[in-house]
């Protein structure tokens, strides 16, 4: 674990390149990299652009209003806000356990959201450099390039995200911004047409996303000197487990373990959260670093997502993501496996699993109860988890007796992942750019190591909106010497 | 035989002393409107009820009928006033209609979709208004206020409270309650009063309610708000 190349001892020397902001990832990102004369690099940092400070835009408002308000944090993953904050509010409510039509449909909604988010990321966003290559002509290493060279593989992948959406749709009302998951349950349980609709092409989904699993398989054995060694890394792991310890993307308990596998802390409940993280603030970024606190803000940061999560859990309570957990664990050789293109693997893994649980939940009778809210004694601070896409999201809200929230902290998956995308970057700068002329290609491989970690920077930074790539070699005295750009 | 009048080319009866507004409604036909309600007095405030009576701008909801009137309403050129009418009171507000509970219930909403309002087109105010929690279930958020004055009306009208209050003049006009404190919780403002149930759009909000109806259940999901059975129906809150 190593903070090599996150600060240059004398930096004004140097030249700058900033890579801004990166494309194909979500909202607003930008790299620098300081280099000398002879292409060396000295420092590299993942930068955050904006900022909006949601937080004290929820403060004042009403707790009902506030899982549907969270969704404007984020275009991307606005499901994933919405059922955390759902989660919290839940606590604020006194609703200690849901209904199981409101559990059952908040679940159906979640692996909805998975599927689409995962299915988005793999094909459309990754599937380019993975199957052209990292320094492949940039006018083909895009979706229309993937479309015309593998149409098959494009046309399930855009079916398997409308189909997700269709679950979205039907669980919260609307594609984006529903308002289904309410504090204490559900709004609205699925009607006969609703889950037939459904229900048709649940299996076909299953069968596409297990092609997924085994493509993204492929592509890692046919190079695993690439894709073992590419910005790889080590660090802890940290994700939600259920209480069988098996794989649960809704709900469950805290687990980390160190870059061996050994656990740190298991067990936790995320209501205690701030007893085990802690986060720190860096003068060159908005974004904060999260670490394990008994750990050190050193050694303590962790990697989040689908890659922690497979190897977090004891096993997959869904038989055919269970087989490739255990493909991919034996092919780790037992032991973890921390290299960043390793997560476009666990993704479909994944993938594969929310596809199994749609369908589960689809032939559940409870999906079309009419028992749809609990309450309790009303209570002040709610705190509320959820594996996202990307990674564990955290919720955090205190409530007065007025009903408005005073008080909100969010820790989302991609500030969980700060470090460990910091150091990707680093590790691939070091291997890769070192020394050398830059080029369009050279400078994609430092986006690939981004990639991996499907970062969702419009979310981090509480910023919404996608922006067309540019890339800009800086001289010392600011000089621009060469620039880049392309479209996102 | 009753006295008549026309609305585009419609022939409307009319009994001596209504309004255009009344008899249109009476004969079926919708006139845009916001601060108008069957119920009150009217106001003539948000000017969106605006016809043309023998070529003549006016208020449809302060007009008297008169025999023989030709009345124009739903053409292109007043529907197009009416948009940009809709679109200040947008931009002047914070309307953010997918994160707010009243959407799918609000007449703000339901008119500008039904004039086709597709863009805010001017820029927005973004005014900074705290919500006023302190009433234990009720809640108002300033941010949504047209100042349209029915609470106001409902309140001193039928309640005889006087809870609510229009203050200052002109783009500096705001909604205030009458306390001493200025927060509602230290009225006699009651949940079941009439005030309660006249809000058009989502400033009067009875708390813990949220976002209890689904989407595709709410009121103007199920027809457009120019099909005037809405009016028929009681305010549910
Ligand atoms: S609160 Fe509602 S009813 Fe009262 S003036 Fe404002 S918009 Fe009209
Ligand atoms: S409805 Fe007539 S002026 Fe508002």
Not at chain 1, 460 to 488: F, I
Not at chain 2, 30 to 53: A, D, N, R
Request: glycine share 8%; proline share 4%.
């Amino acid at each position: 674990m190593t903070y090599n190349l996150e600060t240059a001892q004398n930096p004004e020397k140097l030249r700058r390149v900033a890579i801004e902001p990166v494309s194909r990832v979500e909202g607003h990102g930008k790299v620098t990299i300081l280099l000398d004369d002879d292409n060396k690099i000295h420092q590299v940092r993942l930068h955050i652009v904006e900022f909006r400070g949601f937080e004290r835009f929820i403060q004042g408002r009403p707790y009902w209003e506030v899982p549907v308000l969270v969704q404007r944090l984020c275009g991307i993953c606005p499901v994933s806000h919405h059922l955390a904050a759902a989660k919290a509010m839940d606590v604020i409510v006194g609703a200690k356990k849901l209904t199981p039509t409101a559990e059952k449909m908040r679940r159906l909604m979640h692996y909805g959201q998975m599927l689409q988010s995962h299915a988005l990321h793999f094909f459309h966003l990754s599937s380019p450099d993975l199957l052209f290559g990292f320094e492949s002509d940039v006018g083909r290493r895009n979706i229309v390039g993937v479309i015309n060279a593998y149409p098959e593989i494009a046309k399930q992948g855009v079916l398997l995200r409308k189909y997700g959406q269709e679950v979205i749709r039907l669980t919260s009302g609307k594609r984006v911004h529903g308002t289904g998951a309410v504090p204490g349950g559900i709004n609205k349980s699925l009607s006969d047409d609703e889950r037939a609709y459904l229900l048709k092409d649940a299996y076909q989904m299953i069968t596409w996303a297990r092609d997924a699993v085994h493509l993204a398989k492929k592509l890692h054995n046919q190079d695993p000197a690439l894709y073992n060694s590419f910005g790889v890394f080590r660090s802890n792991f940290l994700s939600l487990v259920g209480h069988k310890g098996e794989m649960d993307l809704y709900h469950g308990n805290l687990r980390a373990r160190d870059d061996m596998g050994n656990l740190i802390f298991d067990g936790v409940d995320y209501a205690n959260y701030r007893t085990y993280i802690e986060e720190e603030t860096k003068p060159w970024t908005y974004m904060k670093f999260p670490f394990i606190k008994s750990l050190g803000k050193k050694d303590g940061w962790y990697k989040v997502g689908p890659l922690a999560r497979v190897q977090n859990c004891n096993f997959i309570d869904s038989p055919l993501a269970e087989i490739e957990r255990r493909d991919f664990v034996d092919y780790a050789g037992n032991t973890p496996m921390h290299a960043p293109l390793a997560f476009h693997w666990t993704r479909m893994i994944e993938m594969l699993h929310s596809a199994e649980m749609i369908k589960a939940l689809l032939q559940d009778d409870d999906i079309q109860g009419t028992e749809l809210m609990t309450s309790g004694p009303r209570q002040t601070d709610g705190v509320g988890l959820i594996e996202a896409p990307r990674g564990t999201l955290f919720h955090h809200y205190r409530v007065n007796d007025d009903d408005v929230v005073t008080m909100a902290n969010l820790i989302v998956s991609t500030t969980n992942n700060n470090q460990a995308m910091n150091e990707a970057v680093r590790h691939v700068a070091r291997r890769y750019l070192h020394g050398r002329e830059l080029t369009e290609g050279l400078l994609n491989h430092i986006e690939v190591a981004i990639r991996c970690f499907d970062p969702c920077l419009s979310c981090a930074t509480h910023a919404l909106g996608k922006m067309p790539l540019t890339v800009e070699l800086v001289d010392p005295d600011g000089t621009l010497v060469h620039s880049l750009s392309r479209n996102a | 035989m009753a006295k008549t009048f026309t609305i585009d080319g419609k022939v409307v009866p009319f009994e001596e002393g209504e309004t255009i507004i009344q008899a249109a409604r009476k004969a079926g036909v919708y006139i845009p409107h916001l601060c108008y309600h069957p119920e009150f007095k009217p106001h003539g405030s948000c000017k969106l009820c605006t016809v043309k009576v023998n070529g003549w701008q006016t208020a449809s909801c302060t007009m008297r009928a008169g025999e023989n009137m030709v009345v124009e309403s739903n053409t292109d050129e007043l529907n197009s006033e009416r948009r940009t009418l809709t679109q200040m009171l947008f931009v002047e507000g914070n309307h953010f209609c997918p994160a707010c509970e009243r959407s799918g219930e609000c007449k703000l909403q339901a008119t500008a979709y039904d004039l086709g309002m597709m863009t805010p087109h001017f820029d927005h105010f973004f005014p900074n208004r705290a919500v006023d929690a302190s009433h234990p279930d009720w809640m108002l958020d300033f941010n949504r206020c047209i100042l349209c004055s029915l609470c106001v009306r409902a309140s001193r009208d039928v309640d005889s409270k006087n809870v609510f209050a229009l203050t200052e003049r002109g783009i500096k006009t705001k909604l205030i309650v009458n306390s001493k404190s200025g927060k509602l919780g230290d009225t006699n403002f009651s949940v079941t009063d009439k005030a309660a149930q006249v809000c058009p759009v989502g400033v009067h909000i009875r708390k813990r309610r949220g976002f209890a109806v689904p989407i595709g259940e709410r009121r103007y999901d199920k027809a457009p708000i120019s099909d005037l059975s809405h009016e028929a129906a009681v305010e549910v809150k």
